[in-house]
């Protein structure tokens, strides 16, 4: 397994929960403003990234997963002047509905099959028992999907994608404050028990002497977790940490723990999306200062 490090990368936000015309572009953040995108960008609680890196003049590309609309995927992917038949392969982080749920309408758009790797625990049944009720389960149907052109590739191990894409694996579990989310279960074998994500996976990209990006979806196995997991697998300085960090259930002692570990691997850039919640990311932008980037859908993150 060797994971080539490329000379530029582009990570475009797809679909996250918040989108704001007016904000300003930085040195390694290019935003869209009103009148630049072939048509209006939508926001929603789902998540999704296009990933993309030059070396050498070649091209490749990965889409981190594919938010909880269809509607909303194509029509981001349409007005960013994104075709569904140039993804070249797609990585889903974990099986919940808000990161798989426009995965179907997207493969219906293509004129040939899509590889989508994926944790094999993806597949069964996710539910959440809250104060209120249960919610799910969600379903991920996997022969449903398949039937409408899309190629799974199970990984439970890390591995190399088109020699520039890592996926982790399964995520070690290390920190002592990253706790399993209480309310989350899954159905195995007909019984309901405790999710603890084993699914989930993070994706890192090696930008040539900058050091390693870390694209999380939710991190349920905790940030800190998956990052501190992607460093031990390379060995390389962590340049930039984005996605969805899931933040806002936690109490804030948590939260301060959670962004000073991830301060002292010194990224360049850290980029809260979806589900970190609002009051997490106000401590962020906080205690991270000039390092903090606001996320933003149609953002593109370049180095």
Same mark, same amino acid.
């Given at each position: 397994m060797k994971l080539e490090a490329v000379d530029k990368v582009k990570i475009t936000i797809l679909v996250d929960n918040y989108y704001d015309v007016l904000l300003p572009s930085t040195e390694h953040v290019?935003?869209?403003g009103p009148g630049q995108t072939k048509k209006p960008l939508m926001a929603?609680?789902?998540?999704?990234?296009?990933?993309?890196?030059?070396?050498?003049?070649?091209?490749?590309?990965?889409?981190?997963?594919?938010?909880?609309?269809?509607?909303?995927?194509?029509?981001?992917m349409e007005g960013l002047g994104i075709e569904p038949d140039s993804v070249q392969a797609m990585f889903l982080s974990h099986g919940h509905?808000?990161?798989?749920?426009?995965?179907?309408?997207?493969?219906?758009?293509?004129?040939?099959?899509?590889?989508?790797?994926v944790h094999p625990d993806a597949f069964y049944p996710k539910l959440l028992v809250t104060p209120r009720g249960k919610i799910g389960p969600w379903i991920f149907d996997k022969?449903?999907?398949?039937?409408?052109?899309?190629?799974?590739?199970?990984? !439970?191990?890390?591995?190399?994608?088109?020699?520039?894409?890592?996926?982790?694996?399964?995520?070690? !579990?290390?920190?002592d404050f990253e706790k399993p989310w209480t309310a989350?279960?899954?159905?195995?074998?007909?019984?309901?028990?405790?999710?603890?994500f084993l699914d989930e996976q993070a994706l890192g990209i090696l930008v040539k002497d900058r050091g390693l990006i870390v694209i999380a979806g939710c991190s349920h196995p905790g940030i800190?977790?998956?990052v501190k997991h992607m460093q031990n697998i390379t060995g390389e300085k962590i340049l930039c940490v984005v996605g969805g960090f899931h933040l806002s259930i936690l109490p804030d002692e948590v939260v301060k723990k959670?962004?000073?570990?991830?301060?002292?691997?010194?990224?360049e850039l850290i980029m809260p999306c979806h589900c970190t919640g609002f009051?997490?990311?106000?401590?962020?932008?906080?205690?991270?200062?000039? !390092?903090?980037?606001?996320?933003?859908?149609?953002?593109?993150?370049?180095?």
């Open positions: 290019v935003r869209v929603g609680h789902g998540f999704s990234i296009f990933a993309e890196v030059w070396k050498n003049g070649e091209y490749a590309n990965m889409l981190i997963d594919a938010a909880h609309s269809d509607t909303v995927l194509l029509n981001n509905f808000d990161h798989y749920q426009g995965l179907m309408g997207l493969a219906e758009r293509r004129k040939k099959k899509l590889p989508v790797y022969e449903a999907h398949e039937e409408k052109g899309v190629e799974f590739i199970e990984e !439970r191990m890390p591995c190399v994608v088109n020699r520039f894409f890592l996926l982790s694996g399964e995520i070690e !579990r290390t920190t989350a279960k899954v159905l195995k074998n007909g019984k309901e028990i405790q999710d603890y800190v977790n998956m959670t962004v000073k570990a991830l301060m002292e691997f010194e990224p009051k997490p990311t106000v401590m962020m932008f906080e205690m991270c200062g000039d !390092r903090f980037a606001v996320n933003c859908v149609g953002s593109s993150i370049v180095f």
